[in-house]
Nanobody, 119 residues
Framework: QVRLVESGGGLVQTGGSLRLSCTVS????????MGWYRQAPGNEREKVAI???????NYADSVKGRFTISKDNAKNTVYLQMNNLKPEDTAVYYC?????????????WGQGTQVTVSS
């Protein structure tokens, strides 16, 4: 009933920029938070950035000062602006949403979008 679709990934050079988008459809009347996670080959999935329903954001130390998370509630969309990209940022990026449904918490994931940064 809830679906997340990511877009905006691609191949860029070191120092370049990308903006990821995630559009949410379905019944999401009570959102706790939305965020972006990433997973590189051989690594665990890690949290990159989170934004709460109140607009408070937090970031992984590795991306602070370079990435910015934002949202457009009217469009049911969350964004991740990525600047000064590094090869270490190469990963599949996943959109996540944490909602209350019928008073119970639920967590949903998108299909992922590939980001590759070349040196």
């Amino acid at each position: 009933q809830v679906r997340l679709v990511e877009s905006g990934g691609g191949l860029v050079q070191t120092g370049g920029s990308l903006r990821l988008s995630c559009t949410v459809s379905g019944s999401v009347f009570s959102v706790n938070s939305m965020g972006w996670y990433r997973q590189a080959p051989g690594n665990e999935r890690e949290k990159v950035a989170i934004i709460t329903s109140g607009g408070r954001s937090n970031y992984a130390d590795s991306v602070k000062g370079r990435f910015t998370i934002s949202k457009d509630n009217a469009k049911n969309t969350v964004y991740l602006q990525m600047n000064n990209l590094k090869p270490e940022d190469t990963a599949v990026y996943y959109c996540n949403i944490d909602i209350l449904l019928g008073g119970d918490p639920h967590n949903y994931w998108g299909q992922g979008t590939q980001v590759t940064v070349s040196s």
